[in-house]
């Protein structure tokens, strides 16, 4: 009977290696995601800076 609650060194490796892989997938996504927010953030913020700018000349 094993008495050490730990895993092995081997799984804790494997288990960095996939959660090291499932990153790097994801990586690309998670970057997609947030320069797509930003592009949105940018637009709406330049067309409330018109709308607001077109309400001061009114």
């Known amino acids: 009977m094993n008495s ?8 804790r490796t494997s288990r960095i290696h996939r959660t090291r892989r499932w ?3 994801r990586r690309t996504a998670v970057f997609s995601s947030a ?3 930003a592009a949105y953030a940018t637009g709406a913020g330049i ?3 018109g709308f ?6 009114i």
Do not use: K
């Open 47 to 49: 067309v409330g800076l």
């Open 4 to 11: 050490n609650p730990r895993p092995s060194t081997a799984g």
């Open 35 to 37: 320069l797509r927010g």
């Open 52 to 57: 607001f700018l077109l309400q001061q000349q």
């Open 23 to 25: 990153l790097g997938r």
